[in-house]
Every structure is written in C-alpha cells, then in structure tokens.
C-alpha cells in the first residue's frame, strides 16, 4: 500500500442522510526529510517500569479485564499532563465490546464503506491483513492490541488569539506538514480537523510514539504492540508557564468529523486484530516518566462513542441490506 494518501472524513449517524458526498482519496507530496532531535536512552526505575495501568511484561497486557484496562488507559488528561479523577465507568459502547469481536463487522460491510468513502483497492486490500505484532513484528508475539490516541500539539498560537475557526483553518488542518520523505512520522495515522485522514504507516508495521514503549529497559519488545493515531489540535500558552509552552488546547478538544473519523480509523484496525482494540491516551502512557507528554486534551470520550454507535449501525443496515439482496437472488 502506497501510505501517501489523504482519505476523506466520513459523517455517519443522523447526517448520513443530509450530507451523502464525500470527497476522494488523493496523494499529496510530502512535507520533505523529517529530523527528530535525539533524546538521550530512557531507563525506567521503580514503578516507572510497570505505568499507571500497571504493566505485566510477561502477559504483555495491563491489568485487569480489558474493560478495566480501557478504563484506566482513558484516564481524563488535564493540562500540563495531570492526570484527573479516574473514569467511574466506560460509555457502554466502549465497554460492551473492547476486547470482544461482538459487533465487529464482515470485512465485506467495511470494504464496501470505504470504497464509497473514497478509497482505492489497495487500502481497501489491506483489510485481509494482520495488524503488528510485539517484539518488533515476531509473529509467535501478541498482535497489536492496543491502540493510543495523540493530539499533535501544533501549530502553537503561543499567546496569540485563536484563528476565527480552527476547524477550518488551512495552516492548521495541513496534513502534509506531518508527512515525512524519509517515511519516519510519529504515528500510523493522522486526522486533521475537517476529518481527512493521512495514512503514514500501515496498521502491520511496528511503531512507537511513546516514552513508555521506547524505554532501553525493554528492547524492542513493545515495539507492535501499540497502534497510533494523531488529532491535529492546536495549541496556545498557558499563563504562568512561559510564553512558549504549548498547554493550553481549545475548547472542544476536537470536531465531530474527528471523532467521527477516528471511530473508522478504530473500526478498521479492530476488524484486522480480530478484536475491539483496547483505547489509551499518550499521557496516561507516559504517566510517572519526566517530561512526558499531555495529551490528548479535551478529549470526549462520550462523543467518541457516539460516532462508534453510529458508524457501527450503519456497518449492520449495509450488511442486512446485502443479505437481503443476495436472498432475493436467490429467490430468483
């Protein structure tokens, strides 16, 4: 698959209805060479070594069920990265499924979605695949089991006003400034605020994008075990903290034709691990490690569920209506 490409956002519940084009897939040129500065090698210590969610290094999982993992994994992320009070409970949405294959839908329901969402054969292919696997792609090792939401943090207003609609914006919602020619960007997928989707890395490819992952302590053992995604979000300084810093994120986090995309973008990589992938958030990661990060901010987990209601049932109308039709053929 050739992971240059732009895919459109998709609207799906009430809208779908109101709002039935969609633009297409389409390849943009990259933003050139990517240089990242080097970071001396982490070495975790302590309870460093197992996170928050508590780790087990042996199981490759955190503790508990996987709806118990989910729900420590999105803990809400205040600014500066706090972590606040802990999810008393996931949306039911979540919770029902994360780690099950109930609801996950026929591989034919979602090739026939993103076709008409605009993408080509090749993406489109990639449904048959297998998702990473830990231990930088062993096959015997755990597939990718879970799936970390990031928002980029850029471009930083510093102490100017915000643009008048940052949805809309396009210096804000320029994909192709996360591109990278030398195919080294931050995350498999980026979603920018209007809802278009840059594939970087396909879902089989082992990444990091944490300090928790990266860490000398573990090699490369949790390299494929985690997927990444990207929400563009600006950002502004805030007060007390220095002009230059990069904490304080807009309100709402993020648009609906994020979530909305996000929630494909979810529902696509599950369909390939087989599973409902289990959701965390980069600073929840990196919780306890200096320096780490504080995102995603804003993040609504409810709206997230929402769009994962509404794309699923559209997923189960598309599939009775082709059972449907392939019984009236036989009818025939």
């Known amino acids: 698959m050739n992971p240059r490409r732009i895919v459109s956002g998709i609207v799906v519940g009430a809208s779908i209805a109101a709002c039935a084009s969609f633009a297409f897939a389409h390849e943009f040129s990259s933003a050139g060479k990517c240089t990242f500065a080097k970071r001396p090698p982490l070495v975790l210590k302590g309870d460093q070594i197992q996170g928050f969610c508590k780790f087990d290094h042996d199981t490759q999982s955190f503790a508990g069920s996987p709806a118990d993992q989910a729900r420590c994994l999105l803990n809400p992320v205040e600014p500066v990265g706090r972590l606040g009070p802990p999810l008393d409970a996931l949306p039911a949405s979540i919770a029902e499924r994360v780690g099950k294959s109930v609801d996950l839908p026929a591989q034919a329901a979602l090739a026939a979605l993103l076709r008409d969402r605009g993408a080509t054969e090749d993406l489109v292919a990639t449904l048959a695949q297998p998702v990473s696997h830990a231990h930088d792609n062993d096959p015997l090792s755990r597939p990718a089991t879970y799936m970390v939401f990031h928002d980029t943090s850029t471009p930083n207003y510093r102490t100017q006003p915000w643009p008048v609609s940052i949805d809309d914006d396009p210096k804000i919602n320029n994909l192709s400034r996360y591109e990278c020619s030398n195919d080294i960007e931050r995350a498999h997928v980026f979603i920018n605020r209007g809802g278009k989707i840059f594939l970087a890395h ?100 409810a709206q997230f569920a929402q769009s994962l209601d509404a794309l699923i049932g559209e997923l189960r109308t598309r599939t009775a209506a082709a059972d449907a039709e392939s019984q009236s053929r036989k009818s025939d």
């Open 202 to 301: 396909d879902f089989s490819v082992p990444w990091r994008a944490t300090k928790f992952e990266s860490a000398k302590n573990f090699g490369s053992a949790l390299k494929g075990l985690f997927l990444h995604v990207e929400l563009i979000q600006p950002r502004r300084a805030l007060k007390s903290y220095g002009r230059r810093n990069d904490f304080l994120a807009p309100t709402p986090g993020f648009s609906q034709a994020q979530y909305d995309s996000l929630a494909l973008v979810y529902t696509v990589a599950s369909r390939r691990a087989g599973f409902w992938m289990i959701p965390a958030f980069h600073s929840v990661l990196d919780e306890g490690i200096r320096n780490k990060h504080d995102d995603p901010q804003n993040f609504d987990l």
